[in-house]
Structures are given as structure tokens and as C-alpha cells.
């Protein structure tokens, strides 16, 4: 059984949607099928198939979201230190070729979002820098090309 890197705040996400496709959507779902139920004939009863197939999605979502939270491995970044980037580091780096400094926390595939500047373990650029340490330059591959950058700083706070 494969363990899922989450930072805690990672783990806090996953907490709070499996709480509300249980407590919030699930009664939801329910309640749409008991109405479409009511208006009769359900062979031909669209509302009906569509709550139903609602509540298989939203069903699915919570076994999916269970089993995260059952193979979650926590990693804390405040217990951890030093200048080697590994997983819920963040990063300072910078563009080898344009000089432009960014920002990213290497995070669970799960809680990743580029735009918040948390990358998942899983990219092309964490994998490149995972392992590395502060002053080394890291080569990645990406869409656009082949891109060069310097780690200025790695922090666990």
C-alpha cells in the first residue's frame, strides 16, 4: 500500500471535503432522489437518474477521499530543517536565463495549485529539486523547453 505525502494542511483539505460530501451533499443527494421518486414512473423519470447517478459520484468521491486520508503520511515542514529540498520545503529559485526569482512548496499531489505556488511531488520541477540543495542549479524539462535554475533558499516554516 502506497503512502500519500500530505502536509497537515493538506490533511485538513481532504478532512474537510470528505465531511462535506458526508454531511452536507450526501443528505442533499438523498433528498433530490426521495423528490424525483415522488413525481412516479422512474423508467422515464430523468431527475430521478440524474440524482442517482449524483449520489454514485459523490459515493465514489467518499471512498476515494477515505482512502487518501488511510494512506495519508503527514509531514509537518516545521519538524524538519536544513538546506536540502525535500518534500513540504518551500523553495526560493530563480530563472537561470531571465533571473526571475519564484516561490513554490513542494506539496501531496492533492493540494497542489500552481497558482498558490504549491507544486506536487509529482512535478517535473519537484522531482528535479528534491534532493538538492541550497546554490545547486536543477535542469527541467518543460512544455516550453529545457529550464535552468540556481535554489537560492529552502525553508520548512
Known amino acids: 500500500m502506497n503512502k500519500i505525502p500530505l502536509t497537515p494542511n493538506g490533511k485538513n483539505i481532504v478532512e474537510e471535503e470528505l465531511k462535506n460530501c458526508k454531511t452536507v451533499e450526501r443528505p442533499r443527494i438523498i433528498d433530490s432522489i426521495a423528490e424525483a421518486r415522488a413525481h412516479g414512473d422512474l423508467s422515464e423519470n ?33 519538524d524538519l530543517s536544513g538546506d536540502e529540498v525535500k518534500f513540504s520545503a518551500t523553495i526560493l529559485i530563480v530563472d537561470e536565463e531571465t533571473d ?29 529539486l528534491i534532493g538538492k540543495t541550497v546554490g545547486e ?7 516550453g523547453g529545457g529550464k535552468s535554475y540556481e535554489i537560492l533558499k529552502v525553508d520548512y516554516t
Request: hydrophobic letters at 35%; charged letters at 30%.
Open 46 to 78: 430523468a431527475e430521478y437518474h440524474a440524482a442517482k447517478e449524483e449520489q454514485s459520484h459523490n459515493e465514489t468521491k467518499i471512498m476515494e477521499l477515505e482512502d487518501i486520508l488511510s494512506r495519508a503520511e503527514v509531514i509537518d515542514p516545521s
Open 137 to 143: 542549479s536543477v535542469e527541467v524539462n518543460t512544455p
Open 100 to 128: 526571475v526569482e519564484s516561490k513554490y512548496q513542494i506539496v501531496g499531489e492533492i493540494e497542489a495549485d500552481f497558482n498558490s505556488g504549491k507544486i506536487s511531488i509529482q512535478s517535473p520541477l519537484a522531482k528535479a
